[in-house]
């Protein structure tokens, strides 16, 4: 799996992101960086990334995000289908950076969170 190659998910003004993608430069490791903002994750495409990091829609959710508040998602009879709905339609209430390689992902908060993908 260390062959496997490493995507960033990530918004290129966070800072969590940045520092990461220094950390990944820093120790010369190849990796593609997806802005999902620009290029959004679907329904499926996200499914599938959580699933790989043992992580529920609601683990991802950024609470203090406006939308958050909109649309009630701190409702905790809210589904996981209707929250991965939510951050479908608002990107901006998915934590970031999320880093994928191969069967596995992790979610980049801390950055050290990392070290088990970069180490096997």
Do not use: W
Not at 80 to 90: F, G
């Amino acid at each position: 799996m260390l062959d496997a190659p490493i995507t960033v998910y990530e918004k290129p003004t966070c800072t969590t992101c940045r520092k990461l993608a220094r950390l990944l430069q820093d120790e010369g490791i190849e990796f593609e960086r997806v802005n999902y903002f620009v290029h959004p994750l679907g329904a499926d495409a996200l499914r599938a990334l959580l699933s790989k990091a043992g992580l529920s829609p609601r683990d991802v959710l950024r609470k203090r995000e406006p939308a958050y508040r909109e649309l009630g998602l701190a409702d905790e009879t809210i589904g996981d289908e209707e929250l991965l709905t939510a951050l479908v339609a608002h990107p901006e209430l998915l934590q970031r950076p999320i880093i994928e390689r191969g069967d596995r992902a992790v979610l980049g908060r801390p950055i050290e969170a990392v070290r088990s993908l970069l180490d096997g």
